[in-house]
């Protein structure tokens, strides 16, 4: 199929695009499934007609789709989606409490392309309630699910504010159960915790509430949260019935809010974080993408951020929103590449960004790609980034651009 212009390209060669079937808004989940020699990439997306998509990346050139989930009605989403093993769990979020499904989906991927339902967790409510479902979900060691999730039990003191963090416990596929949660204190009716104070601006006011939710098998007893205005939060879940708070580090304001993925970088004593932009033309400017020294981790330390794209300031009057999202997340799965060395971050409208941070108080770019604004939308949407084990980069736009396939070719490896 014929591929978008590319606008930049340094140190990374764009091998393959893919619409993905009419469906190019692909979210923030990816996951790769390695099985008798075939490589299968798993994508969410960011809204309707489909949910989540297979492709056989084997040959990175040549993406194929295999499959794909059409999306049950326009008043949810299926924004992400983690794989382990044979197992693969969807999460669904509806607009508006009250609607079906609300929840996460259970599948079979013992046969890749197959998918097998095998069942829902369902936590949906009433309508004048505020479960809303699930909007994020991590599944790092193929036993403990970890949530952004809603419950129309819990009733938040501001409707903004209405995830927390909840962990399923999946030691039976077929019957998830809870088994812990965890919210700032102050965050639910009732609390006798007192919330930290909001945004003065409307615009930068998001939530008190988790977007990812981390915990990898090195540090079964840790999660590591981006708690959007409450900044990077981490908790000691070795008691999964009674998470505790470890340190939270927030520093907005002054900057503006939204915290989003807080990436541990074990061997090295790190946190790579970034803050999501949400403001159209970057108006809620700056959101960076930052690096966090752990090694006292009840009082972690902000001390340095990836630097700004070179060419910020001319990609920032294209519009559409432009500044920092997620990064690639080291999945344990066999597959994914685990940087130490290097992060992968994508920054929408300035598009996918390579970092060197042997020196993380002095990271570099070593890489850049941003294609030609694909038709339809202003500026691009690059939002998500997977890296595998052979250094191909799978970038996705959430709006009309798909899937870009890259490979990097620069002399300083990815590791």
């Known amino acids: 199929m014929p591929m978008t212009g590319v606008r930049i390209a340094h140190n990374l060669k764009l091998l393959a695009q893919h619409t993905a079937g009419g469906a190019p808004n692909l979210g923030e989940g990816m996951a790769m499934k390695i099985k008798d020699g075939r490589r299968y990439m798993y994508i969410a997306h960011e809204h309707g007609p ?9 040959e990175p050139s040549d993406p194929k789709l295999l499959w794909q989930k059409p999306l ?4 949810v989403r299926g924004n992400s989606l983690a794989m382990r093993g044979d197992l693969l769990l969807m999460a669904y979020q509806s607009y508006e409490p009250g609607l079906k499904p609300a929840g996460f989906q259970v599948y079979d991927i013992s046969k890749p392309a197959e998918p097998r339902e095998i069942t829902f967790f369902d936590l949906s409510g ?3 309630s505020h479960a809303v479902g699930v909007h994020y979900v991590s599944f790092m060691d193929g036993r403990f699910a970890h949530l952004s999730a809603a419950h129309p039990d819990f009733v938040p003191n501001d409707p ?5 963090y909840m962990i399923v416990d999946l030691a039976n596929p077929a019957k998830p159960v809870e088994v812990g949660r965890w919210w700032l204190p102050g965050q639910r009716k009732g609390d006798k915790g007192q919330l930290p104070p909001r945004h003065v601006a409307p615009s930068l006011d998001f939530a008190f509430r988790p977007h990812h939710t981390l915990c990898y098998p090195e540090r079964p007893d840790r999660a590591y949260i981006g708690y959007i ?3 990077i939060v981490i908790l000691d879940i070795a008691d999964k019935a009674r998470p505790k708070l470890v340190s939270r580090l927030d520093y907005h304001p ?5 915290t989003h993925t807080v990436l541990p970088l074990f061997d090295r004593d790190l946190l790579v974080v970034t803050d999501e932009a949400t403001g159209d033309h970057g108006l809620d400017w700056p959101k960076r993408c930052w690096m966090v020294d752990l090694r006292l981790e009840t009082n972690p330390v902000m001390i340095s951020s990836l630097p700004t794209p070179r060419d910020f300031g001319e990609l920032h009057k294209v519009g559409g929103r432009i500044g920092a999202h997620n990064i690639h997340e080291n999945e344990p799965e066999p597959g994914a590449a685990k940087l130490q060395n ?3 971050s994508t920054w929408f409208s300035a598009g996918l960004r390579i970092y060197d941070i042997a020196d993380p108080y002095r990271p570099e770019e070593i890489a850049a790609f941003l294609p030609e604004t694909p038709q339809g ?3 691009c949407r690059i939002s998500d980034v997977f890296v595998d084990d052979r250094s191909i980069i799978y970038a996705a736009d959430r709006a009309c651009g798909g899937l870009y396939v890259l490979e990097y070719i620069g002399k300083q490896p990815l590791n």
């Open 342 to 344: 290097t992060v992968a």
């Open 72 to 75: 049950p009605h326009s008043k």
């Open 126 to 128: 009433p309508a004048d």
């Open 254 to 258: 002054p900057f503006p809010g939204f």
């Open 160 to 164: 903004t504010d209405n995830q927390f």
């Open 50 to 58: 489909a949910a989540f998509s297979i492709f056989d990346v084997t």
């Open 229 to 231: 205005d409450a900044g």
């Open 377 to 379: 939308q202003r500026g």
